[in-house]
């Protein structure tokens, strides 16, 4: 899938990075934020926006909005690449088919092997019982 048209509908923010840096973290802003709004978007159609609804429903704000920041490196163009290779990725994943599941049937052999232990396993504990005299 070609999402070169979806990137540009994201946007990105700068931010001041926490961590390590010494003084240079106060200064420069590394952290990379993105934004993608779902609902404005005009790369999905409105069945696969309601199967990314479901998928981000903890993800996104009220408002409809992904955010996601990537803060790792103290290269701002790293950063970048990587929250946009992480947003691609969690796009693809939002939009698989799941397969259905197929229930698998007990092969015969594995019921008798139980059948025939349970048996072993009732006579075990019935010879431990006194024998009954009349």
């Not at 106060?26 to 990314?52: C, G």
């Not at 996601?68 to 939002?94: A, Y």
Request: net charge positive; with cysteine.
């Amino acid at each position: 899938m070609d999402f070169s048209q979806l990137i540009n509908e994201v946007t990105y923010k700068a931010v001041r990075s926490s961590g390590s840096g010494g003084q240079h973290v106060n200064k420069v802003a590394t952290k990379i934020e993105l934004y993608f709004n779902l609902h404005d978007s005009k790369f999905f159609n409105e069945e696969e926006k309601e199967k990314l609804q479901a998928y981000f429903q903890n993800r996104l704000t009220k408002f409809g909005i992904l955010i996601l920041s990537c803060g790792e490196t103290r290269s701002q163009l790293k950063n970048k690449t990587i929250v946009t290779q992480r947003f691609l990725e969690l796009i693809e994943e939002g939009l698989k088919e799941e397969k259905e599941r197929l229930p698998t049937k007990i092969p015969k052999a594995v019921l008798r092997k139980r059948l025939t232990n349970k048996r072993k396993n009732s006579e075990k504990k019935a010879n431990r019982k006194p024998p009954k005299i009349d």
